[in-house]
């Protein structure tokens, strides 16, 4: 819980090809690059498709449910900004749809677990985590 004297998380640094990305959370919605030539989905944003090199992409919406390829708990943290929170877990995702994504668990699950978006609200942005789906 941030205080005063612990502010929370610092907001990310976005760029042209991040902000839509930032956008769309904020709006408690998920969306990824596309590209326009191969059509796969890719995390994080970039100017072009890292598989085909081709400039233009589109957004698609997407449900953020997934199942977890893999997962590490940090337990000292890079940035004192999050030393208050450790030990915490980050997933990496296999989404349905296409695409694969890292972001940070709201609960610790194990590998294949499925899981589904929680988006957590911190002053002015939002932070995409994954929790597991009850018995899966």
């Known amino acids: 819980m941030p205080t005063p004297e612990r ?15 930032w956008a769309n959370l904020r709006a408690h919605r998920l969306a990824l690059q596309a ?5 796969r989905r890719r995390f994080p944003p970039t100017p072009a498709c890292p598989y085909c090199a081709h400039p233009e992409s589109r957004w698609e919406d997407a449900p953020g449910t997934g199942t977890v390829y893999s997962s590490i708990t940090v337990h000292r943290t890079l940035d004192p900004a999050f030393a208050a929170e450790v030990p915490y877990s980050v997933a990496t995702v296999d989404l349905d749809g296409g695409g694969r994504m890292i972001a940070r668990m709201a609960d610790g699950v194990p590998l294949d677990a499925r899981v589904v978006p929680h988006f957590v609200d911190h002053e002015g942005w939002t932070e995409l985590r994954f929790t597991g789906v009850v018995g899966s």
């Open 35 to 39: 590209c326009a030539a191969c059509d």
């Open 7 to 21: 502010p929370g998380p610092p907001p990310p640094n976005t760029d042209v090809d991040s902000e839509p990305h």
